[in-house]
């Protein structure tokens, strides 16, 4: 189980840091994410981070937002910088295990401008 937290109304410029608490060992996990879908779009991958530490993020929140995890607490946090309109949506975590996918309840940031 995934539990998503931290969203919620910032202005642009301003920042907000997302948690996703999970159940079991991330350790467990091949990796995590994030992902986020603004009203009318697809869903979309924001970053992720594998098992072994590395990291990706999408390049428009490259030098913005930060991915990270935490094993010993179970949790992966998304810190996000330097917020814009554009980057208003539901915010999901994800963790992928073998062939399995996870995903979290979704938390709404929503940036005014």
């Known amino acids: 189980q995934l539990q998503a937290s931290g969203g919620g109304l910032v202005q642009a410029g301003g920042s907000l840091r997302l948690s996703c608490s999970v159940s079991?060992?991330?350790?467990?996990?091949?990796?995590m994410g994030w992902y986020r879908q603004a009203p009318g779009k697809q869903r979309e991958l924001v970053a992720v981070i594998t098992s072994g530490g590395s990291t990706e993020h999408e390049d428009s929140v490259k030098g913005r937002f930060t991915i990270s995890r935490d094993n010993a607490k179970n949790t992966v946090d998304l810190q996000m910088n330097s917020l814009k309109f554009e980057d208003t949506g539901v915010y999901y975590c994800?963790?992928?295990?073998?062939?399995?996918?996870?995903w979290g309840q979704g938390t709404q940031v929503t940036v005014s401008s």
């Open positions: 994800q963790a992928r295990k073998a062939w399995r996918v996870y």
């Open positions: 079991e060992r991330i350790s467990n996990m091949n990796s």
